[in-house]
């Protein structure tokens, strides 16, 4: 689903991504983990075309992103390319962005109406449907203001799949929740997951990644040190870097 492969990104004179190589499968959970600073967040914003790629080739369900040849010149692609595959790419940051003046299910129901052009009544329904998945049908009726961070996050997930995603990317979608709050967002991940989701998460969460991940990777300064499973990369690091990390959070 997703080939990453020699992937720089400079920017300016700042190299912040030093040669990536990341494969990730059709259904499979990626967790992404690293110290701040590593470049998690550029690289899955490359993911999603939110930043061009310097040097490299990345594609997500076969297509190439990014900078391509044509009749021997190297070109961007159009505006509406990129759009129409964004389109299937999902992302959750960790601040939600929900409208305010919207409530829950206005906010799951904005890029069905505006962007595929749904009518009002069947993005109605997605809307519900999406509100059901993470557990928010009796918030529908809701404004952000009156949901708790947690709730506000799941309405954030609802109104990415909304879309119809084939990937998720998440960019350490539970960082600004209160402890307690933490536990219901991850909850409906797992259940993405097993759903049989695609899925890039950035966390934190050792416990989500031992749990979900089918394959956990550590990057530092720029580069993947180490990729596995779980047991593998989180368990029995080889690196001394990842040794020191997990040595921190666990
Ligand atoms: P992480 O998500 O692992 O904390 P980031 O990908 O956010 O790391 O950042 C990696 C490096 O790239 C940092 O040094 C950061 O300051 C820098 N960086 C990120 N985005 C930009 C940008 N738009 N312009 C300049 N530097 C950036
Ligand atoms: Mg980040």
Redesign the pocket.
């Known amino acids: 689903m997703v080939e990453v492969s020699g992937v720089h990104k400079f920017?300016?004179d700042?190299h912040?991504l030093k040669g990536v190589d990341l494969t990730v499968g059709r259904g499979e959970v990626c967790v992404l983990l690293?110290?701040?600073?590593?470049?998690?967040?550029?690289?899955i914003?490359c993911i999603n075309e939110l930043?061009q790629i310097s040097a490299g080739r990345l594609s997500v369900d076969g297509e190439l992103m990014g900078l391509r040849e044509k009749d021997g010149v190297l070109h961007r692609r159009s505006d509406k390319e990129i759009a129409q595959q964004r389109s299937k790419i999902g992302m959750v940051f960790q601040r939600f962005n929900l409208f305010p003046h919207l409530t829950a299910l206005g906010n799951v129901m904005e890029a069905p109406r505006q962007v595929r052009g749904l009518s009002r009544s069947a993005a109605e329904r997605l809307a519900r449907e999406q509100l059901e998945r993470v557990g928010l049908s009796d918030r529908a009726d809701h404004y952000p203001a009156q949901l708790s961070g947690g709730q506000q996050q799941r309405v954030a997930i609802a109104r990415a799949l909304a879309m119809g995603p084939e990937l998720m990317l998440f960019?350490e979608p539970t960082s600004a929740l209160d402890p307690e709050l933490v536990g219901e967002v991850l909850a409906v991940m797992k259940e993405l997951a097993a759903s049989g989701m695609t899925m890039i998460v950035?966390t934190h969460e050792v416990g989500f990644a031992r749990e979900v991940a089918d394959q956990v990777v550590f990057?530092d300064d720029?580069l993947i040190l180490e990729a596995g499973r779980p047991g593998e990369v989180i368990d029995a690091p080889q690196h001394p870097r990842t040794q020191d990390f997990f040595g921190k959070v666990l």
Do not use: A, H, I
Request: charged share 20%.
């Open positions: 920017f300016g700042l912040v690293g110290p701040s600073g590593s470049g998690k967040s550029t690289l914003r930043e960019d950035v990057m720029g």
